[in-house]
């Protein structure tokens, strides 16, 4: 029998199709996650422009920002400036402008995108999923009936059909007409 090289099968026709995601592998690799809190993306975040921190709006306490890695277009994470991990350890204040910027972003996000439901809630942990478990923030990601389908189950792939940027100018330009 010939050994085969994997080269015979570049460009051969098969059942599958591939959609290419090189871009995920900085997440899958880790690449910019941060090892200390010298390096916490959620520290950084506010000391850039709202534009080039992909943030949303500023609080006093805390603010609203576009995730890098969305699960579904318009998701949105809601932090507290102040560095800590544990939702236990927000002050009173914190707690409070959280819940209120999250109801906020689900009024901005209902105005802008229409979805027919959301997932809001805190991975504690990296053992309870937090991808930066060293900064407390809430997500907020918009669901749409089917918007969950083979590729992620199968592919192990999101296809999120809005850039981060368009996503946030159009949040960001609506935050301050609706009202509660």
Excluded at 29 to 45: I, L, Q, T, Y
Excluded at 111 to 135: D, E, K, T
Excluded at 158 to 180: H, I, N
Aim: glycine share 8%; aromatic share 8%.
């Amino acid at each position: 029998m010939a050994q085969e090289d994997s080269s015979d099968f570049a460009g051969v026709p098969d059942s599958f199709q591939r959609l290419w995601t090189p871009h995920r592998m900085v997440y899958i690799d880790g690449e910019g996650k941060p090892r200390d809190d010298k390096e916490c993306p959620f520290c950084a975040s506010p000391a850039r422009d709202d534009e080039d921190g992909l943030i949303v709006h500023r609080g006093e306490h805390a603010y609203v920002v576009m995730n890098l890695f969305p699960y579904n277009p318009g998701h949105l994470l809601v932090c507290p400036y102040r560095h800590y991990a544990r939702y236990i350890d927000s002050t009173a204040e914190e707690t409070r402008e959280i819940a209120e910027l999250t109801q906020q972003a689900i009024r901005v996000l209902e105005r802008v995108s229409r979805p027919s439901g959301y997932n809001v809630g805190i991975n504690q942990g990296a053992v309870a999923g937090a991808g930066i478990a060293m900064h407390l923030h809430q997500h907020v990601v918009p669901r749409w009936q089917g918007d969950v389908n083979f590729l992620p189950i199968v592919g192990q792939t999101k296809a999120v059909p809005q850039l981060l940027s368009d996503a946030r100018e159009r949040l960001a330009a609506a935050w301050g007409d609706v009202r509660p």
